[in-house]
């Protein structure tokens, strides 16, 4: 592992005693597959298995893992998108697990989704001044034009001119697009925003805007965010704390710093290893992953990355190791750290 | 196809002259690489990077002749494989290099592999195009493919199809094909783009194994610039169908000169430093058809500019010993002390 690493004492704002603002307590998410000409379900994807955290209001918590590893599932359940098989989720002192109706409608505005394909999330054939107000519009009767002057100021503080407002998406580079997403998160002021991979479909200077965008907005508009992203470089970037998932479960939580310097997780560090280094006199040691990852219909027994953990021991066989606190605000599923 | 040029090391294996390749769009011909020169040395890992639309695959496409016929053309210049000239080939001509000397894998293993028949099926084919050699023989040589690109249990995946494999295995197989003749080229269009990182390490690992076995020259294709740094001996910087910068990869990274290529480097984040807000370039690569006439295409976004950056083109020249910069900011009549500004 890197042991370079800087100290870089940057005076952050100290968000760990900021009260809570969602709480996720062993959620699971699975999927039914249905087979058969009754279409019964015959087995179950197990997409998020037993995953608990907590975001502290003003906090930015990243989400990483690999392809399937129950992310985006994780994410569009706690908005509510998809229903809990179980666990408990709290956002902002209110259990939310099972509200329904209005109470859910009322809830709905303070969260908000912004996504990967800014392209497929907007309607190509709305303006973008109508799909900017389109959220404001679901919750009161204002008209679009009372709406106009509010709307132009979303557009502005994203950084897209005047003129976007009369234009459609297909006008818009993809960077664009996604500022067109971000305005739209943004117009019912809400309290959390998860954004699953909301650059993961752009170019490396145009990700760098739409970064840059999301930090200031966070500090002016006091929001939380969860950030899904597979890529480690740039949800350090982004976040204070991260956590990281592989099969359905949460196996390390720590702040950003203390993942990067001193993972616990043997796959925590395969991941970091793997991160390709912008520059080439940096040789790092490369942790190579053996096979694939298993399916989530039939997850292996135990700790679910035994069958590609180099420091597996009997017990990982058989026993599911829990996410516990090892050191003060870093968190492990391993039997390892005991 | 002659084998001495190989005795000498600094004779190159691809040499491209003054490259320009058109698309039409609407009936009227635009350049989207536009007179770009370059050389691969036999057993150099050369990257191409560059925003999306710069030019990279079209550039890639010219070279192994593909390019989408009565759409786009090579309007001009010369590619030169081993001595031979390939621009001007008849298609059995070229059939007989592609995929034998020169081989090429995509980003999207999905789509280049063809659903409906078998892995072993698409190998063979391969090898039956390129070899006088027995359906048996070609089976056996199969498996061994399979298994030199890491695929486990090769004997049962000869016989499976590409849906039943991980995105990883399908890139594998991918590379399998690209190796079945030992080409002396290869050329890589994202092939991990699509990739999760740890299946990306295991990819790059054995693309870099391979090519060191099979003496090979690889042109690594990719937006990434982790990957670049990791693989790359020199590396080549796109910018609107024309290169920017061309240098080894220690000077790409520590001593950047193109203004282009500086800002590229500042908005990548990076796992060991701490910014609060990263470099960003204004604005878009132009399309095809919005391409500035004269002067600098990147003026438009560069904030070093200067008003002569709008009318005249920079021409690509060596600033410092292998580095090559296409910028006014280090053309010879101007003083030195700008360049830092
Ligand atoms: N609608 C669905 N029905 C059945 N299985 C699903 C469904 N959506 C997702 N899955 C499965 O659930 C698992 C988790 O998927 P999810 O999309 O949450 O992963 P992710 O971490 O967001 O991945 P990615 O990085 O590819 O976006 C995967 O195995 C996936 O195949
Ligand atoms: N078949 C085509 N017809 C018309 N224009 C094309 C065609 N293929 C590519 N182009 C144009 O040529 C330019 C260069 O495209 P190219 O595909 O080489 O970019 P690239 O650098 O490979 O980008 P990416 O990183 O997105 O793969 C772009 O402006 C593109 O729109
Ligand atoms: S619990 Fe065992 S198998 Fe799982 S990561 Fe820890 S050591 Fe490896
Ligand atoms: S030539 Fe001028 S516009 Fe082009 S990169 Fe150099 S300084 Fe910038
Ligand atoms: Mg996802
Ligand atoms: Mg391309």
């Given at each position: 592992?890197?042991?370079?690493h ?54 930015t ?11 985006s ?11 809990p ?27 908000q ?23 404001i ?53 809400p ?12 170019d ?25 992203a ?20 949460l ?40 096979g ?41 599923a ?5 | ?10 004779t ?24 770009v ?23 890639s ?48 293993p ?5 659903p ?36 486990s ?73 982790g ?14 169908g024309?290169?920017a ?22 908005a ?50 060596e ?23």
């Amino acid at each position: 592992m890197n042991t370079e690493h800087k100290n870089t004492a940057v005076l952050k704002k100290d968000k760990s005693n900021n009260e809570m603002l969602l709480e996720v307590k062993n959620l699971k998410t699975y999927y039914p597959i249905k087979g058969g000409i009754l279409r019964r379900t015959v087995a179950v994807v197990k997409a998020v298995d037993d995953v608990s955290f907590e975001i502290r209001k003003g906090e930015t918590l990243g989400l990483v893992g690999e392809s399937g590893c129950g992310k985006s599932t994780a994410g569009r359940t706690i908005l509510r998108l998809l229903e809990p098989t179980e666990g408990q989720i709290i956002f902002d002192g209110q259990d939310i697990t099972n509200v329904r109706g209005t109470s859910l409608r009322k809830i709905r505005q303070d969260f908000q989704m912004v996504f990967q394909d800014p392209y497929a999330s907007l309607n190509p054939m709305m303006m973008v001044g109508h799909l900017v107000s389109e959220p404001i519009r679901n919750y009161n009767n204002k008209s679009e034009k009372e709406l106009k002057p509010e709307v132009l100021d979303l557009l502005a503080k994203v950084g897209l001119p005047e003129d976007a407002y009369y234009k459609y998406p297909h006008e818009f580079s993809g960077g664009q697009r996604q500022r067109i997403g971000i305005a739209r998160a943004l117009a019912l002021r809400p309290k959390l925003i998860i954004a699953d991979e909301p650059v993961s479909a752009l170019d490396v200077s145009v990700q760098s805007q739409v970064l840059n965008l999301l930090k200031e907005l966070q500090d002016e508009f006091d929001l939380t965010f969860l950030f899904i992203a597979h890529d480690l470089s740039v949800v350090k970037h982004m976040s204070d704390r991260i956590g990281v998932m592989y099969l359905g479960g949460l196996v390390e939580v720590a702040d950003k710093d203390s993942i990067y310097a001193e993972p616990l997780h043997p796959y925590t560090q395969a991941l970091i290893s793997a991160i390709p280094e912008p520059d080439p006199r940096k040789k790092k040691e490369r942790i190579i992953l053996e096979g694939d990852v298993p399916s989530p219909i039939d997850p292996p027994k135990g700790c679910t990355f035994h069958p590609r953990c180099a420091h597996a021991m009997p017990e990982c066989q058989s026993v599911k190791p829990e996410l516990r606190e090892v050191k003060p605000g870093h968190r492990v599923a391993c039997h390892l750290y005991k | 196809m002659s084998a001495k040029s190989h005795l000498h090391n600094d004779t190159p294996l691809l040499e491209v002259k003054n490259l320009e390749t058109a698309f039409s769009i609407d009936g009227t011909y635009y350049n989207a690489v536009d007179n770009v020169s370059f050389r691969v040395k036999p057993r150099q890992i050369v990257g191409i990077v560059g925003e999306s639309g710069c030019g990279k695959s079209v550039m890639s496409l010219s070279v192994m002749q593909l390019l989408p016929k009565g759409i786009g053309k090579i309007r001009n210049g010369e590619i030169l494989f081993d001595g031979v000239h390939l621009e001007n080939m008849t298609d059995s001509e070229i059939n007989k290099i592609r995929g034998k000397d020169i081989a090429m894998i995509f980003q999207e293993p999905m789509t280049s592999l063809n659903p409906v028949f078998s892995i072993g099926f698409q190998l063979q084919e391969v090898l039956f195009n390129h070899m006088k050699i027995s359906k048996k023989e070609a089976r056996l040589k199969s498996i061994a493919l399979l298994k030199s690109v890491g695929i486990s249990r090769p004997e049962k995946i000869v016989d499976e199809y590409p849906h039943q494999l991980s995105g990883g295995m399908r890139q594998r197989v991918m590379i399998a094909i690209a190796i079945a003749c030992q080409p002396k080229l290869l050329i890589a269009d994202e092939p991990t783009t699509a990739l999760d990182v740890t299946v990306q390490a295991q990819i790059l690992e054995l693309l870099k194994e391979i090519q060191e076995v099979n003496d090979m020259s690889v042109i690594l294709i990719t937006h990434d610039l982790g990957v670049v740094a990791e693989m790359c001996d020199e590396v080549i910087v796109m910018y609107a169908g024309k290169i920017a910068e061309r240098t080894d990869v220690d000077s790409l990274f520590h001593n950047p000169k193109h203004p282009y290529t500086q800002l590229l480097m500042g908005a990548i984040p990076k796992m060991d430093e701490e910014v609060e807000t990263l470099s960003t370039i204004k604005g878009i690569v132009p399309s095809l058809k919005n391409m500035p006439k004269t002067g600098c295409k990147f003026a438009a976004r560069c904030p070093k500019a200067m008003p002569e950056c709008l009318t005249i083109t920079p021409q690509l020249a060596e600033n410092e010993e292998g580095h090559e910069v296409a910028c006014l900011l280090y053309e010879t009549s101007r003083p030195k002390t700008e360049v830092n500004a």
